[in-house]
């Protein structure tokens, strides 16, 4: 029997996840991401990860068939490694990903893609028709997009395919995006942006009463939320971020022609009825071609780790004809 598995290295937590052929998971391990040193110490605290998933499962590493990898990035795909990570230490520059893991389960087929990719690939292959047009876009700290068109998972030359959250929304560019740039979707509705914004729509209208602790220094995103229908500032900073959402959205749609447009991350997952559904209004009204299934994520929190097992499970594709059983 071949078994597979799948890695999520996020800034905060790796997973892995082991599986049977069927998708059918055995064994499942997570810790806190290593905050280094060294990249290396990424890579050992991944490693043992892994090794901990085979563990609960009772079967050898070397036993896997096949593994798919969904990492924060940027990537230098030649070398299979994550190159300067954002949210991590400054010392950590290089984190070796697909050789050592190559190692650890004694085979060549080791997927890396980035979170949002391996978020399109897990989607697609649990999505009930398996479609060939799909996009999965996430809205948390960031906003980004895993892209499959045409039965292609696409990533670019360079695997940065998909950095939906930098198209300007806004050409007033009001807000500077963490990336330097002006008027970018994620400058406005990622959970790390959306104080910013909460902020300068007070600033542009005092009028307007709020209770939210707006210079506080534990302001977050959550407090709009937890406010809605009960504060005027929070009511209008949800409705200005639909506004944006539905604009981002739209160009997605435009772009790709999917057929589902699936929603993952903690804005979109926690917050469905604000966020999700107010885009699934806007949308329909805004897109001349035609106007996809929009859903958010069965998977929860799993969805990149589930994402990156479904990989192994296909070549990298989530198609199920590809499933090797
Ligand atoms: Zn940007």
């Not at 905060?12 to 998708?23: C, F, L, M």
């Not at 990903?97 to 190692?103: A, F």
């Not at 999965?136 to 998909?162: F, P, Q, R």
């Not at 772009?255 to 806007?282: H, K, Q």
């Amino acid at each position: 029997m071949v078994y597979y598995a799948g890695v999520d290295l996020g800034a905060t937590n790796v997973r892995a996840v082991v599986a049977e052929a069927d998708g059918t998971r055995i064994g499942t391990n997570r810790r806190s991401t290593p905050r280094g040193p060294t990249g290396i110490d990424v890579t050992e605290g991944v490693l043992r990860t892994l090794r901990g998933a085979c563990a609960e499962a009772g079967i050898d590493p070397q036993r896997i068939a096949a593994t798919g990898i969904g990492s924060i990035g940027p990537f230098d795909l030649a070398e299979g490694a994550v190159i300067d990570p954002a949210n991590l230490p400054d010392s950590i520059d290089r984190i070796p990903l697909t050789g050592p893991i190559s190692e650890l389960i004694g085979s060549d087929d080791v997927f890396l893609h980035n979170d949002t990719t391996a978020g399109v690939i897990g989607e697609r292959f649990h999505a009930d028709r398996n479609p060939d047009d799909m996009v999965y876009v996430t809205i948390s700290s960031g906003i980004g997009a895993g892209v499959c068109c045409d039965g292609e998972v696409v990533g670019g030359w360079d695997g940065n395919a998909g950095e939906v959250g930098h198209y300007v929304v806004d050409p007033r560019g009001r807000l500077t995006c963490g990336c330097g740039h002006e008027g970018h979707w994620e400058a406005y509705c990622s959970g790390n942006a959306i104080p910013d914004y909460a902020r300068l729509l007070a600033e542009d209208d005092p009028t307007i009463s709020t209770s939210l602790p707006l210079e506080g220094p534990d302001f977050t995103a959550k407090d709009v939320f937890e406010l809605a229908g009960e504060d005027e500032l929070a009511d209008y900073v949800i409705e200005q971020l639909a506004h944006w959402n539905a604009i981002g959205v739209t160009n997605v749609i435009h772009a790709f022609a999917p057929l589902v447009v699936s929603f993952g991350g903690a804005v979109a997952l926690y917050n469905e009825e604000l966020v999700v559904d107010p885009i699934r209004e806007r949308v329909s009204e805004m897109v001349m071609t035609n106007v996809p299934e929009i859903r958010v994520t069965d998977q929860g929190d799993d969805v990149v780790v589930e994402g990156a097992l479904a990989s192994a499970l296909t070549e990298g594709t989530g198609d199920r004809r590809r499933l090797r059983e």
